[in-house]
């Protein structure tokens, strides 16, 4: 038995309905006195309900916060290497786990195991960066900034800070935000997405496991209510928010007002440009899986490939139609697929709803996914890769954001055409080029307005060292995740001036300003 099923045996009392983390241990409303608003979770490749999750109210709330206030003043006094060895040994036991979490992902969100070991492994490498916390912490000293004294900058933790995460990566997403709080001496309270919140519940009592204190990290599962307990709550000093880029603004503005600190990533249309002189066999290989793993539900997927010149625009197409057809579809769970289903019906109807339009404004459709029935799940949320041609930058196919697994040619004349493009496109989260040339590449990343650029690298996901955010309307604030930036993000700054007078020293009265 994994440590995961003994501890969700210990504390949960109904296993279909999965309540909230709080203080070390899953809290269910009806123990906790409250009335429970519950949500729907689907396994996407059955189209069925598997579970229900409990919406966190009012009461709830208070004692996640509650909870993390109490932590509060000890976590943030433990030694920073003594948070550190916590970290340690959640990395192990995630990696122990890794099965455990990654089942609950595919079923939840639907999208193929290797990809949810994928994205967990991406998870851990904060959890490594986290174990640096030391290092990472020490501040600035200067000696004898003026006769006798000295003077250093420190970094103290907020106290309790918030994270907010969409349905697309359950479990790397977080692990973007509360490791690295966490480490810096910080509360965290996580509200995952409603839609697929198992794998923040595991990895909460792998925390515990690992000796994380109660009350350290909360898990409060929920809906736009919970969020806006989070946002009117002058207790939470910071919020950590990614999602659709409406959610993201109004995020960024409201709790802005409450004067907290904030941080939110939203939504994106990331485009890959193929030059002329570039290996479109590795460009096609780079894109299939960019465009269509996880049904094109990323954040950094490629959603439209900008094709310098009719020449590489039609050697492109022809490769990508026939590698469309070819992919293989189905749940998640058997690994010979290459892309599971959408997240919910609503999602597939969106997708289609897309792919109309696209037609009725005049692209061309190469494959046309819709309507895929797969055998065995006939009720799940499937759609086919689609591949359209011809798209312009007034189709709505290129403007929004349309999270499934919908590839867009545009075809191009040269490259300040393809980057004029880009520049003027509302997002600015990725975006890739294919060349052989490195003038053009640096050219290209000098002068692109987009926060994460690739250079024959189609998913340019910067590792844990570095930190995560794009420009534009893919960003709202200052600071982005993970990385050294989170450090700056999860702590406030306290500068110390210091002397200490020798016992000899007469020291007269001044009024004037002290200058050195
Ligand atoms: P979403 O905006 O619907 O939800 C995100 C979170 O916000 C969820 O926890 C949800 O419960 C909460 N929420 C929803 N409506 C709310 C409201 N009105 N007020 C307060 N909170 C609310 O996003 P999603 O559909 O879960 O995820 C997909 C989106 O996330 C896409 O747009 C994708 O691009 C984006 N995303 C961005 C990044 C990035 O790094 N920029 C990474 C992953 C996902």
């Not at 004898?144 to 250093?152: A, C, E, F, M, T």
Request: one cysteine or more.
């Amino acid at each position: 038995m994994s440590s995961i099923e003994k501890t969700k045996k210990a504390s949960q009392s109904d296993p279909n309905v999965l309540g909230h983390f709080i203080s070390g241990k899953e809290v269910n409303s009806k123990e906790a006195g409250s009335a429970a608003r519950t949500g729907k979770i689907y396994d996407p490749a059955t189209g069925k309900v598997s579970k229900f999750v409990e919406l966190a109210d009012g009461d709830i709330l208070e004692q996640a916060i509650a909870a993390a206030e109490s932590a509060f003043l000890s976590w943030r006094g433990t030694p920073p290497h003594k948070r550190s060895q916590v970290m340690f040994r959640f990395k192990q036991l995630l990696e122990e786990n890794a099965d455990d979490i990654c089942r609950a992902i595919t079923s939840e969100h639907g999208k193929v195991l290797d990809d949810a070991r994928g994205e967990l492994g991406r998870g851990i490498e904060v959890v490594e960066y986290a174990c640096g916390i030391s290092e990472l912490l020490k501040g600035e000293y200067s000696k004898n900034v003026g006769p006798g004294i000295d003077s250093w900058s420190e970094f103290q933790a907020l106290g309790i800070v918030a994270g907010v995460t969409p349905f697309n990566f359950p479990a790397m997403v977080p692990m973007w935000m509360y490791p690295m709080a966490i480490a810096c001496g910080n509360c965290f309270i996580l509200k995952p997405s409603e839609r697929d919140p198992s794998a923040s519940m595991l990895m909460a009592k792998l925390l515990t496991e690992a000796g994380l204190p109660d009350g350290v990290f909360n898990v409060v599962n929920g809906d736009k209510e919970t969020v806006d307990g989070l946002i009117n709550d002058p207790r939470v000093q910071a919020i950590s928010f990614v999602g659709s880029t409406p959610i993201a603004e109004s995020i960024y503005q409201r709790a802005c007002d409450k004067g907290k600190r904030v941080q939110a990533l939203g939504g994106a249309k990331n485009h890959a440009v193929i030059m002329p002189d570039a290996d479109i066999d590795n460009a096609v290989n780079a894109l299939m899986g960019a465009a269509y793993g996880s049904c094109g539900e990323r954040c950094m997927a490629i959603s439209v490939v900008v094709c310098v010149g009719e020449e590489t625009a039609n050697a492109a197409v022809a490769q990508l139609e026939q590698r469309v057809r070819k992919l293989r579809i189905g749940p998640g769970t058997d690994t010979s697929n290459d892309m599971g289903p959408v997240i919910t019906a609503e999602s597939l109807a969106r997708v289609n709803r897309y792919i109309e339009e696209g037609q009725q404004q005049g692209a061309e459709l190469t494959v046309d996914g819709r309507g895929l029935i797969v055998a065995g799940h006939e009720e799940g949320f499937f759609i086919g890769g689609c591949l359209f041609d011809e798209v312009t930058q007034n189709m709505s196919i290129y403007k929004d954001e349309i999270f499934g697994p919908v590839l867009c040619v545009v075809r191009v004349a040269n490259l300040d055409e393809a980057m004029a493009l880009i520049n003027s496109h509302e997002y600015g989260n990725g975006t890739c080029i294919f060349t052989r040339d490195g003038e053009t590449a640096r050219y290209f990343s000098d002068n692109i307005q987009v926060g994460m650029v690739g250079v024959n690298v189609v998913l340019p996901v910067p590792v844990a060292s570095h930190s995560f955010g794009g420009w534009k309307r893919s960003l709202f604030g200052d600071l982005y995740v993970y990385g050294p930036d989170a450090v700056r993000f999860y702590t406030r700054r306290k500068t110390m001036t210091q002397r200490w007078p020798a016992s000899s020293n007469e020291e007269g009265v001044q009024f004037s300003f002290p200058s050195n």
